[in-house]
T-cell receptor, first 112, second 115 residues
Framework: GNSVTQMEGPVTLSEEAFLTINCTYT??????LFWYVQYPGEGLQLLLK?????DKGSNKGFEATYRKETTSFHLEKGSVQVSDSAVYFC???????????FGKGTRLSVIA | NAGVTQTPKFQVLKTGQSMTLQCAQD?????MSWYRQDPGMGLRLIHY???????DQGEVPNGYNVSRSTTEDFPLRLLSAAPSQTSVYFC??????????????FGPGTRLTVL
């Protein structure tokens, strides 16, 4: 079946530190991959996505590359800010008419 | 566009009461869905709809009913609330139900407590 595994949190970093949140997936076919972010008290919003192997999604300084050979979509940012504190969800959308599958989320706290 | 709206924002129910969580979108999206978010569990899909008149069950459908009589609205009904349904509920929509590349748009959530 389809599933997403992302690293357990919480993750606490100092401002300007490097961030990696690991995400691996299991899927049949050729899924699209997403990172969604949830700021405190809000709903989820799309951070970035990649729709085929070797694609790199990027937004707000965050990047993730769709690696089919390792079935991974790790989220990275070179220098985090306090405003990046949020919960990050990795998700996949299987090909065809099938709902989005989410990982359990990783809480990031950035301290000044 | 208002996007995806949800009402109410907060609700407290007693065990056995019924209520409807409202969800509406003004983006002419085909696909709509309901998730619940619980600590340590991430988001779990309750029900979804690929168009007006069509609904299907997700991962955790028990205790919830849905209908989709219009493209815009997708209400979630709790027929007899239980403490296990205490959660934060999110509605989401996307334009094309068949496109795996589509972005999902989420509402702000409803925080439900069942006593």
């Amino acid at each position: 079946g389809n599933s997403v595994t992302q690293m357990e949190g919480p993750v606490t970093l100092s401002e300007e530190a490097f961030l990696t949140i690991n995400c691996t997936y299991t899927a049949t076919g050729y899924p699209s991959l997403f990172w969604y972010v949830q700021y405190p008290g809000e709903g989820l919003q799309l951070l970035l996505k990649a729709t085929k192997a070797d694609d790199k999604g990027s937004n707000k300084g965050f990047e993730a590359t769709y690696r089919k050979e390792t079935t991974s979509f790790h989220l990275e940012k070179g220098s985090v800010q306090v405003s990046d504190s949020a919960v990050y969800f990795c998700a996949l959308s299987p090909s065809g008419n099938t709902p989005l599958v989410f990982g359990k989320g990783t809480r990031l706290s950035v301290i000044a | 566009n208002a996007g995806v709206t949800q009402t109410p924002k907060f609700q407290v129910l007693k065990t056995g009461q019924s209520m409807t969580l409202q969800c509406a979108q003004d983006m002419n999206h085909e696909y709509m869905s309901w998730y619940r978010q619980d600590p340590g569990m991430g988001l779990r899909l309750i029900h979804y709809s690929v168009g007006a008149g069509i609904t299907d069950q997700g991962e955790v459908p028990n205790g919830y009913n849905v209908s989709r009589s219009t493209t815009e609205d997708f209400p979630l009904r709790l027929l007899s609330a239980a403490p296990s349904q205490t959660s934060v509920y999110f509605c989401a929509s996307s334009y094309d139900a068949l496109a795996s590349t589509d972005t999902q748009y989420f509402g702000p959530g409803t925080r439900l407590t069942v006593l």
